[in-house]
């Protein structure tokens, strides 16, 4: 069970709420924040030592079919439709094509409705670099022949959706790691299903939008950020003590979150209640990581090996058998062939050993190495 995703204050929570409510909330909020985000890129930043700092998101809604991932996608971005000169591309076939997109415009909100899609048309190219170059900087250029496009400027932004299956798949092979782009994206999850018929968006809605039209126009360009406010000090967790390293990005990202909504605010310095809502950002995201982010798979062999070691954790003593059965390799790319070669090399480097005890009809059984620690 994941925390509350953070109810948005000011203009930005008034247009969340003014979307029909029908949308899980956590799928808006987050659609909004990226939206505005990348709308703001640019255009104002945190004092120093923050100031390299972006307000741009990679964004991924994380649920079931009808869960309303593409829904909050398509209303957020037919809400704000082209607030703070954003274009929209739902497909970009190639790292190439990203660049003649970005050249073209220069404020770009990339929206694949199943990111997987994206990320198989990127795995034949140079896309995956290019997405973590644009993370923080703002140029990217492209050579065909002789002929080379530069274009500077530039401000870049994802949100897409998955399933929860999908999403733990979609890495392997990829290069992305937890240390790559996989660590760029902030995730919102939700298995609430959308009605047949929603109802419609509140009339508040318009109101919201010209609020935030109107606090683009009027930006502090700095915004001090100060370590500690009231309850929270970014870095700790509620009791003093450090966050896991691994969550050094997650940090960052709430100093994002709450960039973008101290300037939909007007605020020249953060708040108190602005701080609350980055803390609960930060949260959100550490108690999705864990469930959702998949471990580092640089093949899909590693991939199914990283699914065999969580089997054992769980239901050792096993046969292989029961983790085929328990794992459905047939349901998953590249199948019982590699499977079996996961097993097999886990077994062969001592991973798996044989537990000792058997199954009624002979069948080995193993477990884990007790000395192995991840």
Not at 52 to 73: M, V
Not at 255 to 262: D, Q, Y
Not at 307 to 336: C, E, V
Request: with cysteine.
């Amino acid at each position: 069970m994941l925390p509350e995703f953070p109810r948005l204050n000011g203009p930005l929570g008034e247009l969340v709420d003014a979307i029909t409510h029908d949308i899980p909330y956590e799928h808006k909020a987050l659609a909004a924040i990226t939206y505005m985000g990348l709308a703001l890129s640019g255009r104002t930043q945190l004092a120093p030592p923050y100031e390299r700092l972006q307000t741009r998101f990679y964004s991924c809604f994380i649920g079931p079919p009808g869960s309303g991932k593409s829904a909050a996608q398509n209303e957020v971005v037919r809400a704000l439709n082209g607030l703070g000169g954003i274009s929209v591309e739902r497909s970009i076939n190639s790292d190439p094509a990203l660049v003649v997109a970005l050249d073209e415009n220069r404020r770009l909100l990339y929206v694949p409705d199943e990111i997987t899609g994206a990320f198989k048309k990127a795995q034949h190219g140079k896309m995956f670099d290019a997405f973590k170059t644009l993370y923080e900087d703002n140029r990217i250029s492209n050579r065909v022949k002789k002929e080379v496009t530069v274009v500077t400027d530039c401000h870049f932004s994802i949100i897409g959706t998955c399933t929860r299956e999908a999403f733990g798949r979609m890495w392997a092979g990829t290069g992305g790691s937890s240390d790559g782009l996989q660590s760029r994206f902030v995730l919102s999850f939700s298995e609430k299903l959308m009605p047949r018929i929603k109802t419609e968006n509140s009339a508040h809605l318009s109101l919201a939008i010209e609020v935030l039209k109107s606090s683009l126009e009027n930006l502090p360009p700095v915004i001090e950020l100060p370590e500690t406010v009231g309850s929270f000090t970014f870095g700790l967790t509620g009791d003093g003590k450090h966050l896991d390293p691994k969550y050094s990005r997650v940090v960052d990202m709430g100093r994002r979150f709450a960039l973008v909504v101290a300037a939909c605010n007007g605020l020249e310095r953060i708040d108190d209640e602005t701080m609350e809502l980055a803390k609960a950002f930060i949260n959100y995201q550490v108690a999705s990581y864990e469930p959702l982010m998949p471990p580092d798979a640089f093949s899909h062999v590693q991939e199914f090996e990283n699914r065999l070691i969580a089997f054992f954790k769980k239901h050792q003593p096993a046969s292989f058998r029961d983790a085929r059965n328990n794992i459905k390799p047939d349901k998953l790319p590249t199948g019982f062939l590699t499977f079996t070669s996961a097993f097999n090399s886990l077994v062969k480097a001592g991973m798996l050993l044989p537990s000792g005890d058997s199954n009624r009809v002979g069948t080995v059984r193993y477990k884990l190495d007790p000395t192995y620690k991840n």
